[in-house]
């Protein structure tokens, strides 16, 4: 079938703590499919997502949803059942990706360096830290450092009922010194690393997607050793968990306390974001892939799980 005879529904939207992200990922991706020569549809996902596209009988569904139900499987099973190819990883690698306790767990298996940490319940910070500061509390199943916060000697925040709408559950990870960087991997291939910062401290939700909010540098300027371990721990881990099309690693590398340094493996996103600011439209633009060819690539690979 020809480019302009495929009708690809681009799915954003949703509600979960991300939708403005992948409102503007859907378009973004819209725009470049149509760039390429298909036919596209927007489509604001709701609840009645199953019966829109049961009317639509799109060719293949773009995937640009972030956050549960987009991220976590739960899309990915709608599609399966209704027959239709969609783009991004399956249910399995969606849902355990999407689950960092349990994704750390296979990592960890691996030999994959990830930092320490536990999973505990909000009751237990009502005793005092639930380990020496510095260290960083994370829901378990969001995205795009939704609800992550760093507590440091004397930061007296606690997370409740009132401010943590992320369920019991917390993960608290020690706090790791230096450098933040991520590689994308397309089709099971690594394409680069790079170095973010952000003039705001820390990486979160604001500076990953507000334009000016970070600053990336790429290729990242760390030795080739790390460059190496970071491509490879990435390529591994897309692997590991059977992503399909593209996901994106985040690492954090200490280099100040020996030479050339630690890498610790963060996290897998199996939606990363594509948006104009994001980070793996840019390391396949330095691999010579515009991102209307890239978009293309995902379609052009889509497939349900069988």
């Not at 298909?38 to 009317?55: C, H, P, Q, S, Y």
């Not at 099971?188 to 939700?205: A, W």
């Not at 990363?272 to 793996?280: D, F, I, K, Q, R």
């Not at 439209?281 to 978009?295: H, K, N, T």
Request: net charge negative; with cysteine; hydrophobic share 35%.
């Amino acid at each position: 079938m020809s480019r302009a005879d495929t009708h690809v529904a681009v799915l954003k939207g949703g509600w979960s703590p991300e939708r403005e992200v992948s409102l503007s990922s859907g378009r973004e991706c819209a725009k470049a499919l149509r760039q390429a020569g298909f036919k596209v549809t927007e489509v604001d996902v709701d609840r009645a997502i199953a019966g829109k596209l049961e009317a639509m009988h799109p060719d293949v569904c773009f995937n640009a949803l972030h956050g549960p139900v987009g991220e976590d499987g739960t899309i990915q099973g709608v599609l399966n059942v209704l027959g239709i190819p969609y783009t991004h990883s399956g249910v399995r690698a969606s849902a355990v990706a999407m689950d960092k306790p349990t994704a750390k767990d296979v990592f960890s298996r691996l030999g994959l360096r990830c930092p320490g940490g536990k999973v505990v319940t909000l009751d237990a910070f009502e005793a005092g830290h639930p380990m020496e500061p510095p260290y960083v509390i994370k829901p378990i199943d969001q995205g795009s450092s939704v609800g992550v916060h760093i507590v440091r000697e004397g930061d007296n925040y606690r997370p409740t009922g009132e401010d943590w709408t992320f369920g019991d559950r917390v993960l608290v990870e020690p706090f790791i010194d230096g450098r933040e960087l991520t590689v994308a991997v397309l089709d099971g291939k690594p394409l680069e690393v790079t170095e973010i910062t952000s003039s705001r401290g820390f990486y979160d939700y604001e500076a990953k997607y507000a334009p000016g909010g970070s600053i990336h540098l790429l290729p990242a300027p760390v030795p080739a050793s790390i460059r190496t371990e970071a491509l490879e721990m990435a390529r591994r881990a897309h692997e590991a968990l059977g992503c399909r099309g593209v996901s994106r690693c985040d690492f954090r590398y200490d280099d100040t306390k020996s030479d050339p340094g630690t890498l610790y493996l963060l996290e897998i996103n199996t939606q990363p974001g594509m948006t104009p600011t994001s980070l793996v439209p840019e390391q396949a633009a330095f691999r010579g892939i515009s991102f209307p060819e890239l978009v293309a690539r995902m379609v052009e690979g889509a497939q349900c799980d069988y």
